[in-house]
């Protein structure tokens, strides 16, 4: 029995709610649901309704915000909350992805508080860690990692460990063409794993690998058995594009 995958597709500031609802519907008539399949979508937060509402009930396929605050509600003017989320149709939500540490000066500390947040929402935090080029250079991928996840670890209360997903996302890999190697992506996997266990959390935490994840690499990657699925963000940007790389190793 080949171990259940999560193909997650962040779309980022692309697709708004009519070219959110076309991709879903021409995407839903070109594939079917796989078993041990699961199929991730973040749409931006204006399009996580229609999304939803043209997902329908296709049981394969959950739709997840790419970004929440870590209060549910009050004077923050442009933020969307987990429950607001989960109002508009979500499951999951994108936690700490890089774009939002580095481009909007998201620390630690917040990343943390937004993974209780959606947990309190009912929501699944898939929680993103990655190191820049400068610190794998200067051999501090471990470090960075360790200390991206330690956070989360200390504010979530130990009865949602086992609901928490994690995303390895090199830095200098997203958006760049040039994705990790199978091999450095387990080992951080690995990593991720042994800390987590560390903290004598039972059972595989879920943990997907995302930068540069294309049709052409997606396999070699997926064949290393500590990935548990793939988070791509260019690559999911068509319908067509996406059904291909999903489909992908799914037997005819
Ligand atoms: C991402 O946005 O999470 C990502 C991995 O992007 P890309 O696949 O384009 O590198």
């Given at each position: 029995?080949?171990?259940?995958?999560?193909?997650?597709?962040?779309?980022?500031?692309?697709?708004?709610?009519?070219?959110?609802?076309?991709?879903?519907?021409?995407?839903?008539?070109?594939?079917?649901?796989?078993?041990?399949?699961?199929?991730?979508?973040?749409?931006?937060?204006?399009?996580?309704?229609?999304?939803?509402?043209?997902?329908?009930?296709?049981?394969?396929?959950?739709?997840?915000?790419?970004?929440?605050?870590w209060?549910?509600?009050?004077?923050?003017?442009?933020?969307?909350?987990?429950?607001?989320?989960?109002?508009?149709?979500?499951?999951?939500?994108?936690?700490?992805?890089?774009?939002?540490?580095?481009?909007?000066?998201?620390?630690d500390d917040q990343v943390a508080r937004k993974a209780v947040t959606?947990l309190?929402?009912?929501?699944?935090p898939?929680?993103?860690?990655?190191?820049?080029?400068?610190?794998?250079?200067?051999?501090?991928?471990?470090?960075?990692?360790?200390?991206?996840?330690e956070p989360v670890l200390d504010k979530v209360p130990?009865?949602d460990?086992?609901?928490?997903?994690?995303?390895?996302?090199?830095?200098?890999?997203?958006?760049?063409?040039?994705?990790?190697?199978?091999?450095?992506?387990?080992?951080?996997?690995?990593?991720?794993?042994?800390?987590?266990?560390?903290?004598?959390?039972?059972?595989?935490?879920?943990?997907?690998?995302?930068?540069?994840?294309?049709?052409?690499?997606?396999?070699?990657?997926?064949?290393?058995?500590?990935?548990?699925?793939?988070?791509?963000?260019?690559?999911?940007?068509?319908?067509?594009?996406?059904?291909?790389?999903?489909?992908?190793?799914?037997?005819?």
């Amino acid at each position: 029995m080949p171990r259940p995958l999560i193909y997650a597709a962040n779309w980022k500031m692309n697709h708004g709610p009519d070219a959110a609802r076309e991709f879903i519907e021409r995407f839903l008539a070109v594939t079917a649901p796989a078993p041990d399949r699961s199929l991730w979508f973040f749409p931006p937060s204006i399009s996580l309704a229609p999304v939803s509402r043209a997902v329908g009930s296709r049981p394969d396929i959950l739709i997840g915000a790419q970004n929440v605050h870590w209060e549910p509600k009050g004077a923050f003017t442009g933020e969307t909350s987990a429950p607001m989320a989960q109002e508009a149709g979500a499951r999951v939500v994108l936690i700490g992805h890089s774009e939002r540490r580095h481009l909007f000066g998201e620390t630690d500390d917040q990343v943390a508080r937004k993974a209780v947040t959606t947990l309190r929402a009912g929501l699944v935090p898939l929680v993103c860690l990655g190191e820049t080029l400068a610190e794998r250079e200067g051999g501090r991928t471990e470090q960075v990692i360790v200390r991206q996840l330690e956070p989360v670890l200390d504010k979530v209360p130990a009865a949602d460990w086992a609901r928490l997903v994690v995303a390895y996302e090199p830095v200098w890999a997203i958006g760049t063409g040039r994705n990790a190697s199978p091999d450095d992506a387990a080992q951080v996997h690995e990593l991720i794993r042994f800390a987590v266990g560390r903290r004598g959390i039972s059972g595989r935490v879920p943990v997907l690998y995302g930068g540069s994840v294309n049709a052409g690499n997606v396999l070699a990657l997926l064949a290393r058995p500590e990935l548990d699925g793939v988070l791509v963000g260019g690559a999911s940007l068509d319908p067509d594009g996406w059904a291909e790389l999903v489909g992908l190793g799914m037997a005819p």
